[in-house]
């Protein structure tokens, strides 16, 4: 973790891309990109749902293809047979729909078996490739140091026999780890990736496209070099610790008759602060229970936060914004919810919900009495329009919106309190509160200005008090919030020193029943988003929201958030 550095809102590096420097000079040069289209390709290994740092990666494979007119393909990389899943597949098609982007060509990794397998006979037949029976343990043990070279016995064996073993091993005459396919390349390389490295493996696994056809399969360094010439991309762009991989990609398409010969180029990959990024765990904490799924909106998934509440263009503005570097970086977390509260802020409908509701009753409101306000559906879009509030002599505001003995500087609701604002309604004056025989606070009193109808003195005089957001009782409905805070409270939870498990933060979902929301509420639909005033952005539940049972994920706070301090 020593190449870390911290990228916050203010320090995130503007679009500047390397990457598209590299394209363009190789355009220019022409040479093995003479004439061809600028081609990537996204190759998710579909054993999880994509997270936030594949959206980092896709957003560059899928941009710089935009960028130059050029192709992206989708690739599963379904090499390794073990833990593939349709449903991942079709989940990740999904998001990258989503997010905006589309595939040239849909493809998978196993489609190109048989034509690897070709392509490693023709090495063994060119001395370039060799059957050794060495153990993964004694492989090891011999791989040596970086002053001693490794060591196979088996390395100088006739390219004959290599061919007749390695063609057995495809018929499943061999068991598991007793051999695998090397490269001949340099037992003494200082880089250990050139180190004969492995080209296939055997394997009796069940894969879930070819099934049992194969019980041998290739190695990832091997594969993907091959997959990327055969599909004509010219960029193959990948993450930093695939650097000191290259030389072997190149060795692959150098000796290998590949039709093309496309470049690797490595980027960073994005870290985010009080989060983890891997699959594997992420997959832990599904399976462990930790979380309600793969889509829970605590999750850095793009299903958890588009559950959430994010939007395809704070995610892809998030992504343009981090910029693409050569150093791996953690952003704060607080950089995206940034990026989602500049898009919400444009887009989404306001409204009112009281989440801690207390009982407020205007006194001197003539009961049985009710009248309706024209409030803007969003300042920001005139478009928006307006719609109508209901008001009466019974509404709900948030309890902690009063005080029975104010804190100092408290310029809310208390007995004897400057007059405060009913948003968009009246103003109002607390007298005091109704308590049962516990002495519980049951309701708030106040009496109102009917002289200030839209919440503005007749006399122009200087409203002292807060503006309150509030909603009518007569007319509320129920419905249930989830409020969410960090999954970890340990900033660095992947660190390679923590047990991320051990770094959870126990209160990052907090459910609050029996809110009361505006009844325009009531026809909000699965995964609508709205700010609630003075209390956030949030988004119908996508899984658990419906009519008669409301339910809204606070997808982030505003910036001064609410309930920091009693101002
Ligand atoms: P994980 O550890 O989460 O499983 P992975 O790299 O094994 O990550 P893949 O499905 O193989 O996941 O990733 C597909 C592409 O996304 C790869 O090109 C990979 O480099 C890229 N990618 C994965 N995680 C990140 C990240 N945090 N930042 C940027 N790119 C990433
Ligand atoms: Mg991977």
């Not at 990740?92 to 196993?110: A, N, P, T, V």
């Amino acid at each position: 973790m020593a190449d870390e550095i911290k990228t916050t809102a203010a320090e995130a590096p503007e679009s500047r891309n390397f990457i598209h420097t590299f394209i363009e000079e190789d355009i220019a040069q022409g040479g093995q990109f003479e004439g061809m289209t600028v081609h990537t390709r996204f190759p998710p290994e579909p054993n999880g749902y994509l997270h936030i740092g594949h959206c980092k990666a896709l957003t560059i494979d899928f941009g710089t293809a935009e960028k130059f007119g050029g192709l992206c393909n989708l690739r599963m990389d379904d090499t390794n047979p073990t833990k593939e899943d349709e449903e991942f597949v079709e989940a990740i098609k999904e998001d990258i729909h989503w997010l905006g982007f589309d595939w040239d060509k849909f493809c998978y990794g196993s489609d190109y078996f048989e034509q690897t397998y070709e392509y490693a006979l023709e090495l063994i037949r060119k001395g370039l490739a060799y059957v050794c029976e060495l153990s993964p343990e004694e492989v090891k043990k011999n791989r040596g140091d970086v002053n001693t070279p490794a060591v196979s016995p088996y390395r100088d064996r006739p390219m004959e026999e290599s061919l007749d073993l390695f063609q057995r091993m495809r018929k499943g005459e061999f068991p598991e780890g007793s051999m695998t396919l090397r490269a001949k390349i340099d037992l003494a390389s200082g880089n250990f990736n050139m180190r004969d490295p492995a080209l296939y493996r055997i394997k009796f696994a069940h894969h879930h496209r070819t099934g049992d056809d194969w019980c041998i399969y290739p190695m990832y360094d091997f594969a993907h070099p091959i997959q990327d010439a055969l599909e004509g991309v010219t960029h193959s762009l990948c993450t930093l610790e695939f650097e000191a991989h290259r030389p072997l990609y190149n060795w692959v398409i150098e000796n290998v008759p590949v039709p093309h010969k496309p470049r690797q180029i490595e980027f960073a990959r994005l870290g985010i602060d009080h989060t983890v990024m891997s699959k594997r765990k992420l997959r832990a904490l599904v399976e462990g229970g930790k979380v309600s799924g793969w889509d829970d909106p605590r999750m850095p998934t793009l299903c958890g936060l588009r559950r959430r509440g994010y939007t395809p263009e704070s995610i892809r503005n998030f992504c343009d914004r981090i910029g693409v570097a050569k150093v791996n970086s953690t952003v704060e977390y607080g950089f995206l919810e940034h990026c989602l509260r500049e898009d919400l802020n444009e887009k989404a409908q306001r409204a009112m919900a009281v989440l801690r509701p207390m009982k407020l009753i205007i006194t001197n409101y003539p009961e049985g009495q009710s009248e309706t306000f024209p409030v803007e559906n969003n300042p920001n879009d005139p478009e928006a329009g307006t719609r109508e509030v209901t008001f009466s002599r019974e509404l709900y505001v948030e309890a902690d919106d009063f005080l029975e003995t104010p804190v100092p500087k408290y310029k809310r609701l208390y007995p004897g309190g400057p007059e405060c604002r009913l948003k968009g309604a009246y103003l109002i004056t607390c007298t005091g509160c109704e308590k049962d025989e516990n002495g519980s606070i049951t309701a708030i009193t106040a009496t109102y200005d009917p002289e200030s109808r839209g919440g503005n003195p007749a006399d122009g005089r200087k409203v002292k008090g807060a503006t309150i957001h509030w909603v009518d009782a007569a007319t509320a409905v129920d419905g249930e919030v989830r409020l969410y805070d960090n999954l970890f409270s340990d900033p660095a939870p992947d660190a390679a020193d923590k047990d991320y498990l051990e770094c959870m933060n126990p209160n990052s979902l907090e459910v609050l029943k029996g809110c009361k929301l505006e009844a325009s509420l009531a026809s909000a639909k699965p995964s609508e988003r709205f700010q609630f005033l003075r209390l956030g952005y949030f988004c119908a539940d996508s899984r658990d929201s419906g009519e008669g049972h409301l339910v809204f994920n606070r997808a982030v706070t505003l910036k001064d958030s609410f309930g920091k301090g009693n101002k």
